[in-house]
């Protein structure tokens, strides 16, 4: 079996090609290794072979494994985000991947003020108009952009997306470039600057790279499988977790 550090290196050895692919730098793109449901012991085995950014996707979970390990790593939160978990996730995570609506932005704000916190953000977005997906639908977003930017306390950073399941990794291809061009319509029609595109997980992330993320979610790819009934749980609880 693949140990932990030699995924890594493949993982990244993969990023780099697909930038070299787009004619882009490595350095452009960020791995959040994605490490929910994974205890603190595989967490370190990352931590070992140079990993310092990961992404949880409930509250409770990181707020009981973070203080197990070094207190100079990086921690995004990659999943639904309740509105009564706001208020313990803004001390724990330097950026919130799934903002997924006008009133959890809204919520974020409020308690960013109460707490003095300034809170960097990325919009989650629905790209496909799934049913059983959080996220803004492309018009709505664009509808509620003005209103997003009126929330002082936020600083919107950029989009998120969580294409269709697909059979071919380049299947994705369409969804990923669809959040590029928005992302680019938002940045004219509003004058703003959204850096970053948190795109792509374990079975695409190279596809999105090629399509200009600048954070892939990878976690089944360094960490290895969940178990089913992990899986099937997460599924039902969260159905637009970024899962990698």
């Known amino acids: ?50 990993q310092t950014l990961f992404g949880e996707s409930r509250v409770q ?19 639904h985000l309740q509105k009564n ?17 006008l009133a959890l932005a809204q919520d974020v704000n409020r308690i960013a003020e109460q707490e003095g916190m300034y809170p960097r953000v990325l919009l989650e977005v629905n790209v496909a108009g799934e049913g059983s997906k959080f996220g803004f639908a492309p018009d709505k977003l664009r509808e509620q952009m003005e209103a997003l930017l009126a929330l002082a306390r936020l600083s919107i950073e950029g989009l998120m997306c969580i294409p269709p399941l697909a059979a071919e990794p380049d299947e994705s291809r ?10 680019e319509s938002l940045e004219n029609e509003f004058n703003v600057k959204l850096p970053q595109l948190s795109m792509g997980m374990t079975q695409d992330f190279p596809i999105a790279i090629e399509e200009g993320a600048t954070l892939v979610r990878v976690g089944t790819a360094i960490f290895g499988e969940r178990s089913r009934n992990q899986r099937a749980t997460d599924e039902q609880a969260f159905s637009a977790i970024a899962d990698a």
Request: some cysteine; proline content about 3%.
């Open 1 to 50: 079996m693949s140990s932990i550090a030699e995924n890594l290196e493949c993982v990244r050895e993969q990023i780099a090609r697909a930038a070299a692919n787009s004619g882009r730098s490595a350095d452009d793109v960020e791995l959040v290794a994605i490490s929910k449901t994974h205890p603190a012991d595989k967490i370190r085995e990352a931590i070992e072979a140079g």
């Open 61 to 79: 979970e990181a707020r009981a494994k973070i203080p197990e390990l070094s207190s100079n790593l990086r921690w995004h939160f990659v999943g």
């Open 85 to 101: 978990k706001v208020r313990q996730a803004l001390p724990v995570f330097e950026i919130i991947h799934s903002v997924d609506s």
């Open 174 to 183: 369409t969804f990923f470039v669809r959040v590029r061009e928005l992302r």
